[in-house]
């Protein structure tokens, strides 16, 4: 996630690492290319082009941004319901870590014990999200397992389960401490859903080929009346459409490793530094700081 402040006026205009025009460079080429292609044919055989106006292009125009609009909303709106979701998990991970510590009768071990476990389920649901992001090997007891966060909420459960039997912790701590992990489950069924269920694929093509369509076809309406300067309000429209659709791309893919996902490992740190602090841990880590203004 980009992390920055407001960037200035030449900033804004001077801007190209965190800028999408990085993933829609190609393009704009091309699109800059082929209208310098159409200038000079227009120049050069003039008749061809003369009957095309610019009319139909401007009504295309409207409703593909619209189109762009509607589609960018909706991967918008699953960026938030991930981020929703992942802010929510935070503060009922600190809230397991406060009943956990806050009944005599749990010792500091077990304490401890079901603080960390909470802990390694939060970053196995990170690596878990974010496909390929996880520095080490699963630990030996989690290689057969498809799902290795669930894995670890089923040993959390069963570690609740024992203190229970064991009278460690009676049926109104035992009920609190179910209903945090039966919250956590939740959390991960709604992002898991999220990153499993994408924005239909036949909009998304239908969005990728009209935007292609319409700015390959732009310079055949521009090119008789604006001459030269077509290929650089072409680039410009170019940028627009394709900015947004390649955005929309990003966006729909919340967990992924690009500069617009989430930051899935700094909000897994801010969860074990909060749930750490909780039992006085000796070591705690510092928060992930932005590298670059983009915080991972």
């Not at 897994?268 to 749930?275: H, Q, V």
Request: charged share 20%; proline share 5%.
């Amino acid at each position: 996630m980009i992390v920055r402040d407001k960037p200035t006026f030449w900033e804004l205009i001077g801007m190209w690492r965190l800028s999408i025009l990085r993933r829609i460079a190609p393009q704009i080429a091309s699109i800059l290319l082929w209208s310098c292609l159409v200038v000079w044919l227009n120049n050069s055989y003039a008749t061809t082009l003369r009957a095309w106006t610019v009319a139909p292009f401007t009504l295309l125009g409207v409703a593909l941004s619209i189109f762009l609009g509607f589609r960018n909303s909706a991967c918008y709106d699953r960026w938030w319901e991930a981020r929703r979701q992942l802010g929510a998990m935070v503060g009922e991970m600190r809230s397991f870590a406060r009943i956990c510590v806050s009944f005599p009768k749990i010792d500091q071990s077990d304490r401890e014990a079901l603080v960390r476990d909470a802990i390694t389920y939060a970053y196995e649901l990170m690596y878990s999200l974010r496909d390929g992001s996880r520095p080490t090997a699963l630990p030996a007891e989690m290689q057969t397992t498809h799902n290795p966060p669930d894995f670890v909420l089923r040993s959390l459960g069963l570690r609740v389960a024992a203190r229970l039997d064991q009278g460690v912790i009676g049926e109104q701590v035992y009920k609190l401490l179910e209903e945090k992990l039966t919250a956590f489950a939740a959390f991960q069924v709604a992002c898991e859903r999220i990153r499993s269920t994408p924005t239909p694929f036949t909009y998304t093509l239908l969005i990728h080929r009209t935007s292609y369509a319409y700015c390959f076809l732009l310079p055949f309406g521009l090119a008789s009346t604006m001459g030269w300067a077509t290929p650089l309000f072409t680039c410009l429209v170019a940028y627009a459409f394709f900015g947004l659709d390649a955005l929309g791309d990003e966006l729909e893919d919340p967990f992924g490793d690009h500069a617009n996902a989430l930051p899935l490992l700094a909000l897994a740190r801010t969860i074990e530094i909060s749930l750490l602090e909780s039992i006085n841990a000796k070591e705690v880590p510092d928060f992930l700081q932005p590298v670059d203004f983009v915080l991972t």
